[in-house]
């Protein structure tokens, strides 16, 4: 294939199953050239994927540990580049935190491609992140157009959402399984509490007469107390970290997103795509690129998280109002369909192959945004699901 580099060395520092990975996975299993994957050995998306590096680091819940193996895992990748990479070769940085990789990528003269995914970092660590993407990067691709915003001055730069795979695809249109009497409401995030969490708790003691599941990342010692004080709310299901979540979205009726903006800002928000893969309708916050991938009043609601009341009301209505309920989850699969994996690994390889084209300015990429960012009117809506 023509325009690719010799060999890609995709770079990530945590492997778990967070949205980041997710998407690197499917860059990498879909990617035609020679690659190598570098990461931390932890249990992930990126576990068994072939010509994988391991790196060494960890994440603790001590802040110092974590530092400790931050910068560790630095050194690693510094060195193990300069040692392996070359001229004809791209560094494909996943997130801002693998900077000292960009740093050899730069000073090896190899192509450096940033795929950013998050704004929120510690303000101290993200400045220097950010200083050093911007004289190190050849390329920036942004998840959502929350994301370029926020970093505005980082360019050349494409606009790409990120897209489900194939395989995700086929489960999800298979037969969803309502075996519960119940309305099912469904929340996936992290361990934190600026995702919600005590949010849903207080949305699920409101609605006795609706079931709550909760699925952590996070193992099952790490939310033992969390869950042995919520063992009382018997509407409230919680679960630690799956392998497989396919089980959940056949299940559930709504899947919601309740991060707090003035904590964390979704800037995509994979989880609201994938329960609209399966005709799952959302309810998202009013912010970020979660809620510009998911309409407002067109696949679910932009509700704020602090709004509780609005969150019980709204719930309780779609529970009770079938056609409310069965248009929206026609609009939302109908939507789903716009962020496909041919579309995602068409716009990516448009990208990496300029990189290395000689007849392409990489100038003509920043009119990418607008070209990339699917459409969908109200009569394709309709063409789509009847």
């Known amino acids: 294939m023509p325009n690719l580099p010799n ?19 499917q860059v990498a299993q879909s990617y035609p050239g020679k690659n190598t994957v570098l990461c931390s050995n932890s249990e992930g998306f990126l576990s068994d994927l072939p010509h994988k590096q391991t790196i060494p680091y960890t994440y603790s819940k001590y802040k110092i540990i974590t530092l400790f193996y931050f910068l560790k895992a630095q050194a690693y990748l510094f060195w193990f580049l300069i040692k392996h990479a070359q001229k004809t070769d791209l560094i494909y940085i996943n997130t801002l935190l693998p900077f000292s990789a960009a740093l050899a990528g730069k000073l090896k003269g190899a192509k450096v491609l940033y795929h950013i995914h ?14 050093m993407a911007k004289k190190t ?19 050349p730069f494409s606009r790409i959402y990120n897209a489900l795979d194939d395989h995700f695809i086929a489960q999800s249109q298979k037969s969803k399984t309502q075996t519960n009497a119940s309305f099912n409401v469904l929340m996936l995030c992290s361990f934190k509490p600026y995702k919600g969490i005590y949010q849903f708790v207080r949305v699920a003691k409101s609605l006795k ?3 709550f599941h909760l699925v952590l990342n996070a193992d099952t ?28 979205y056949k299940q559930a009726n709504l899947v919601v997103n309740l991060s707090l903006p003035s904590a964390w800002i979704e800037t995509f928000g994979l989880t609201a795509l994938e329960a609209m893969a399966y005709g799952t309708p ?12 998911s309409p407002n009043k067109s696949v679910g609601y932009h509700i704020h998280p602090k709004h509780i009341n609005t969150l019980s009301q ?11 309920y069965d248009d929206l989850s026609r609009r939302a699969y109908a939507h789903s369909t716009l962020f496909s994996s041919s579309v995602f690994q068409s716009q990516m390889q448009q990208t990496i192959t300029s990189l290395f ?6 100038s003509k990429n920043k009119t990418n945004k607008d070209s990339l960012k699917p459409k969908l009117t109200e009569n394709e809506i309709v063409m789509k699901t009847a």
Do not use: M
């Open 282 to 293: 959302v309810i998202v916050p009013p912010v970020g690129g979660i809620a510009e991938i």
């Open 209 to 211: 007469n609706i079931t």
């Open 314 to 324: 709204t719930i309780k209505h779609l529970a009770c109002n079938k056609t409310l």
């Open 357 to 362: 084209s000689k007849r392409e300015s990489l």
């Open 137 to 155: 990067a050849s390329h920036f691709i942004f998840v959502s157009d929350y994301v370029q915003n926020h970093y505005a001055h980082l360019k």
């Open 221 to 248: 010692q790490k939310i033992a107390a969390f869950k042995a004080q919520y063992r009382a709310v018997k509407n409230l299901k919680i679960y630690p970290k799956q392998k497989d979540v396919h089980r959940f």
């Open 7 to 25: 060999h890609t060395y995709f770079v990530h520092l945590l492997n778990d199953y967070s949205g980041s990975p997710k998407i690197l996975r």
């Open 118 to 131: 998050e704004v929120s970092l510690h303000s101290a660590l993200k400045s220097t992140l950010v200083y």
